[in-house]
């Protein structure tokens, strides 16, 4: 009731997300090209550039149908939302937590202060955290070609998840066989294409530009919480398009390597170079804001969970004791 409360009293935010997924899920119902039509403007080019659908397929297509349905893509996040919860709660019982001690975590993450803020604003992680808990629940039980497919769909959502991509294929590489992983990555890879084929095929190059080099365009935004954008306004820094790339891909070499080197490669190996990842990947882009470190609370909580098991060891959560300072 929470989260229908909080679109009812905010039907419309000023957000250039809200404005940009409403009317993308608009163009599409009318058979027209979301990636190359024209979007209002609602900071007037306060920021340097042309409001677009920067996002990939997958938050296009997830999003749309709730549009058309309820009038607002804002309710497919709700559903995102639930679904998670759920996830979270039969994935404690996998990993042998008792039923009152699995309630705790989808209460605790869905009582998360910003929770309200991000659903509020559009921000499109809501739809990136179900799909990471699908990822890693199929992780967990080793079944690394549904997995795979979880993998491919986070592909086509956003685009830094590129960095988890490439730590999950040494996680598998570790956890089968180098055919195993080599499946892995080609399962992923087809089920990303299928979002994003449609859509390549309708103008390669628009949806290249629009996704792609425009945002690479992008400049340092003041509002962002990011050190980039702190160097750039203060001290007028900015931080060479090489640097960069080296400063976001070193964590994940080095979580690869690390992957690779220990004998039993752990889920909470795999998500402790995740959360390292993404925290340096946001810290130094151009622009990162409130929903960027709500993803990495919700990795962070994941990791709690598989953390808390491989610590205590399961034979300390058999019990429905209510009983739950262990966590």
């Keep these: 009731m929470s989260y229908i409360l909080t679109i009812v009293s905010s039907s419309n935010p000023i957000t250039d997300v809200f404005v940009v997924t409403m009317e993308g899920a608009d163009f599409l119902k009318q058979g027209l090209n979301p990636y190359i039509q024209s979007y209002t403007d609602i900071f007037k080019g306060r920021y340097g550039y042309v409001a677009g659908y920067v996002y990939w397929p997958g938050v296009l297509l997830s999003l749309s149908p709730f549009k058309w349905i309820f009038g607002d893509v804002r309710y497919s996040y709700i559903f995102f939302q639930l679904l998670t919860l759920l996830i979270l709660y039969r994935l404690s019982l996998k990993l042998g937590y008792s039923r009152l001690q699995a309630k705790s975590f989808p209460l605790l993450w869905s009582l998360f202060p910003v929770t309200f ?9 809501n739809l990136i955290i179900l799909q990471l808990c699908i990822l890693f629940f199929f992780l967990n039980l080793k079944k690394f070609s549904y997995a795979a497919i979880a993998l491919g769909l986070l592909c086509a959502t956003k ?13 598998v590489y570790k956890n089968s066989s180098l055919l195993g992983a080599a499946k892995y990555t080609l399962i992923a890879i087809t089920s ?14 628009s949806f290249l530009q629009t996704t792609l080099l425009d945002v690479l365009k992008y400049q340092p935004r003041g509002d962002s919480l990011s050190w980039y954008s702190w160097l750039f306004f203060h001290y007028k820094v900015k931080i060479p398009g090489y640097l960069t790339g080296i400063i976001y891909f070193t964590p994940t070499v080095l979580g690869a390597i690390y992957l690779m ?10 998500l402790f170079f995740i959360v390292i990842n993404y925290c340096i990947v946001f810290l130094f882009g151009k622009q990162a804001f409130c929903n960027y470190y709500y993803l990495i609370a919700f990795m962070i909580l994941l990791y709690s ?11 300390n959560f058999k019990s429905d004791s209510t009983d739950i300072s262990g966590l």
Excluded: C, M
């Design 117 to 125: 803020f991000v659903l509020e604003q559009t921000w499109t992680e």
């Design 159 to 171: 685009q830094y998840n590129i960095f988890l991509a490439i730590l999950s294929f040494f996680y």
């Design 192 to 205: 990303s294409l299928l979002v994003f084929l449609p859509f390549l095929i309708w103008d390669y190059d």
């Design 261 to 270: 080197k220990k004998a039993h490669s752990s889920i909470t190996d795999l």
């Design 305 to 315: 969970i598989f953390r808390f098991k491989d610590f205590l060891g399961t034979q």
